[in-house]
């Protein structure tokens, strides 16, 4: 635990101080006596000027270009400038190579490893055609799942246009994941210096036998010689050449593998631990985030199995969705699997935590591998949240108080009382008037009240609505309530313009609801009898 909380440490300080500097970067470490390779230097930061003393490199490398590269990036809303040079450098000598620290002002770059190697023999009076390409493969067998690479050359003596292209490389038995985007570089063959275009792909067969990787066909234009004249540019010529076709022999899964346990074949495989807070700090009740990242060299991250602790009645385990992620690295994809669990101790005191255990296949080793973390045990202390008051205690709190003021109750309860008493006294006393009939008002006739609702519904506007739905209401036998009251439709369109008019979705009313409603209002029944046309019911009926 303590090793990987350094690692990370380190590496955000490592950032923060690439953040600001010279970064040194190299497109490969494994290369040919042979072959070039580029060497990015990038400052970061306040703005620089001159070029960086490129000096020590002469006695180990070849200097073939230097390029210039200004921009400005973007970060946390702060804009900042970046030159990076491109260097192409081709070593002088084979074994293990180190790029020296470079200097600019008062910036250093850190020192790189580089393994070289001898180039593959050729014979002198091989004939070697303007364009070819070599495939090859990292091992000859495999087993089913794991991962073998394929890496595929395109060399050409003869300038390229920008056209070139590679078919797709397609497996019905086998995954194909390609590694990155493709790396140029150049190579001398037979003292003729050649372009290269280098593409890698890890390849991840799905049953055992014999499977063929089948050939990929490579398209191009070569730039003719002479090309320019006075009319123009000549037009190239196409070129299509075919790289091998490559067997490979596909193993099957061990018969000493674990029956129960997913297969895992993979090159190396680790599982390590983080957590928040630390569980030396664990108490009831409170909440604990163990974070197990499980990462596999040779494998992808969704043939990773899933991690975490057992459920328990003391150690209650609420899992989050694992973060899945893969990484381009020399020897092909890392992929890896993280997942979060919250874990919630339930009472104080001991709890262990049982041991996480992957089993996997070993495929550098050939044999048969487990990883584990150790069964851990958690101290849980008490948590004062969670501690209850004794009985008690609120008994002698509650004596020992002054008893609260009653009186401000007391007379709010009295003047509601009266208030109601007095509203009751005003309604009877109505009742005991005589009825009083209202003679019919000159005015507007139905037919125009009623064009005036139907154009305010139109319009969608909830107060010139409502201002005409009261005023054809009051030409009407009966009130709206009544109204409502008797047809459903009519009282939840009401609802909608009431919400309309009294909220902050008055604009978005709809009067259309409500226009059906009253078109389709029936007649109301009137079982005591005609009433005088032109006039309206008594105010207070007895």
Known sequence: MMRLMI?????????????????ARVDRTQLNIDETFELSLESQGNTVFGRPDLQPLEQLFEIFDTRQVNQLSSSNGETRAITRWLITLRPRQTGYVIIPPLQLGDWRSEPITLLVQESRATDANDQLAPIFIDASLDQDSVYVQAQVTLTLRIYHSVSLYDDSSLSPLQMPDALVERLGEPRTYEKTINGIRHGVIEVRYALFPQKSGELVIPAQLFSATTVAAGNDSLFGPRPGRSTQVRSPSIPLHVKGKPADYPADAPWLPARSLTLVEAWSPEPDRAQAG??????????????TSTQLPAIGSPQSAELRRYPDQPSLANEVAPSGIVGSREQREALIPTRSGSLQLPALEVVWWNTVEDRLERTALAERRLQVADNPDLLQPPAEHPIMVQSSAEPPLLWPWQLSTALLAASTLAGFALWLHARRQPAVQRALQTGPTPRSLLDDLRRACQANDPQATRQALD???????????????RFVPLSDALDGLNGALYSETGQRWQGEALWQAVQALPAAANPGGEQEQGALPPLYPR
């Open 286 to 299: 409170q909440s604990l985030t163990r974070s197990l990242l499980l990462k596999a060299e040779g494998l």
């Open 7 to 23: 690692l990370l440490l380190l590496s955000v300080l490592a950032a923060q101080a690439g953040a600001s500097g010279l970064l």
């Open 471 to 485: 005023a054809w209401a009051r030409q009407q036998p009966e009130t709206l309530a009544d109204m409502a009251a």
